[in-house]
């Protein structure tokens, strides 16, 4: 039973193209985040969200956008692909503030590369 | 916002040789983890530890808050624990939960 889970986990497609990665836990927290992961791997967040607020990384192009149906999804959706948007995507989830015993948790990645 | 530093950068080691990372951070944290990125690339959740000291097996962990750094020593190291060794903190003021850039361990047969 994976606690977050990403899908798809490989995603390749043409620049210009619009894509979205999906995005559930099964934790019961109520705040849910996107990681980018650039080819150095440095990790650097892109949106937190929870029932009450979504913050955006104001380095974040608007072509990027979450979406959430209920608070055990958050859909990353993207438009109008770019070469430099080839990267790795976490999805992670927390207790609001990252409290608990267990702090934050993360999927398993999707890797996004744009041709 | 909250900065974090991990050293050091690379470590190369041979199997079953024991080894130190640390990570130090700018500001009072109520939220430390550990993380370590396998080849494939997955982030496994190695400790939860805003102060104290943890042990898992061949892992510890010691966060000294007020003194602002944390530890990860690893014992025995096998091949296995190659990849990216990730601290992220949270700060007390809501920050958003921040990565050190990471020490890249090698342990070589």
């Known amino acids: 039973d994976t606690a977050v889970s990403q899908t798809p986990k490989y995603l390749v497609t043409q620049m210009g193209n619009d894509k979205s990665i999906k995005c559930e836990q099964n934790?019961?927290?109520?705040?849910m985040y996107w990681y980018k992961q650039d080819s150095k791997k440095f990790l650097k967040i892109m949106f937190s969200y929870n029932n009450k607020e979504l913050i955006i990384n104001e380095t974040v192009p608007n072509r990027f956008s979450p979406k959430s149906p209920d608070k055990a999804h958050l859909n990353l959706h993207i438009n109008s692909l770019e070469l430099g948007d080839s990267a790795v995507y976490f999805c992670?989830?927390?207790?609001?503030?990252?409290?608990?015993?267990?702090?934050?948790?993360f999927g398993s990645g999707t890797r996004l590369t744009v041709v | 916002g909250i900065q974090v530093e991990q050293s050091p950068p690379d470590l190369i080691l041979q199997e079953g040789a024991n080894s130190t990372l640390r990570c130090n951070f700018s500001d009072s944290v109520n939220n430390l983890q550990w993380f370590h990125q396998n080849p494939w690339g997955q982030l496994i959740n190695l400790f939860y530890i805003p102060s104290g000291t943890k042990q898992n097996g061949r892992l510890s962990a010691t966060t000294v808050a007020t003194e602002r750094y944390s530890l990860l020593y690893i014992s025995s190291s096998q091949t296995t624990d190659s990849g990216v060794y990730f601290c992220a903190v949270n700060g007390d003021y809501g920050q958003n939960f921040v990565f050190g850039p990471g020490t890249r361990l090698s342990v070589l047969p």
């Open positions: 992670a989830s927390s207790l609001q503030g990252g409290g608990g015993n267990y702090g934050y948790t």
């Open positions: 934790l019961g927290h109520d705040t």
